[in-house]
């Protein structure tokens, strides 16, 4: 699908957009870059801010108008901050990704970003089939170039990776979550870990152990962590037992000096 599509700058006043453009495509997989009637093309500040795409900068095309960078294309996309009098077909940066997913599965389709400073023409927004706009806050709706080119170009990946992708943060976790029986026990020796620390005291318990299931079982623990929790109970308790035990000893000594 990456390769059906086109990303048309539209009369780019600085290079250094471009070199941004170039670097935010390639980050999200795109290489097929027109330039129509760059102000500074190529140049050094591109290839700069380009960073490691210098590549999509070499392979760009350089066209005089929007007309020929859009020649061959079957379908073409428009980004536009503007409200219209006419009613045009407009769609969110999301919407609009899956859409465009289905049209470059059918053919060439051409993304146009217009001038940094006024966008597209009017004239150029009724040679597209579709009209993007990215919902920005009402306070400051201007994107910066390489921005806006990001945003449309990460949408689409999104659509194409969407399958793929995990649907929870934990899916693809190393060991399997502990069952609800092995974690009553872990709870049972921690409450008599804590009794013999004399941390909770089993006459006026008040709600610690409920507090504590409560926080535990928000962090859904596997079998692996709750091994390690365990055996970090187990040792305190060794040391409770054998300071216990020293103590004992002492006392004993103390009452046999006697």
Avoid at 99 to 117: C, K, N, P, T, W
Avoid at 169 to 182: I, L, R
Avoid at 190 to 214: G, K, N
Avoid at 234 to 247: H, I, P, Y
Wanted: with cysteine.
């Amino acid at each position: 699908m990456f390769e059906s599509v086109r990303i048309v700058l539209v009369e780019p006043s600085h290079p250094g957009n471009i070199g941004g453009v170039a670097r935010a495509m390639k980050n999200m997989g795109f290489t097929n870059l027109v330039l129509v009637a760059p102000r500074r093309f190529p140049d050094e500040e591109a290839t700069w801010r380009a960073a490691s795409a210098a590549d999509v900068l070499d392979g760009a095309r350089v066209v005089a108008t929007v007309e020929e960078a859009i020649a061959d294309c079957h379908f073409v996309v428009g980004t536009s901050a503007r409200e219209r009098r006419i009613p045009w077909p407009i769609l969110d940066s999301r919407r609009a990704a899956l859409q465009i997913r289905g049209e470059a599965a059918r053919g060439q389709v051409a993304m146009l970003f217009g001038r940094e400073d006024r966008g597209l023409t009017n004239d150029e927004l009724k040679l597209c089939d579709l009209h993007v706009n990215v919902p920005t806050d009402e306070a400051y709706r201007s994107l910066n170039l390489a921005m806006a080119v990001q945003i449309l170009c990460y949408e689409l990946r999104m659509q194409t990776l969407y399958d793929s992708l995990p649907e929870r943060a934990d899916e693809e976790w190393d060991a399997p979550f502990a069952t609800k029986e092995a974690m009553q026990r872990f709870y049972e020796h921690l409450e008599q870990t804590l009794i013999d620390i004399e941390f909770l005291d089993p006459s006026a318990p008040r709600q610690l152990m409920t507090r504590l299931q409560r926080l535990y079982n928000r962090m859904r623990i596997d079998e692996m962590e709750l091994n390690i929790l365990r055996g970090m109970l187990t040792e305190t308790q060794k040391v409770v037992f054998e300071r216990s035990a020293l103590r004992a000893k002492l006392n004993q000594k103390t009452d046999d000096d006697e």
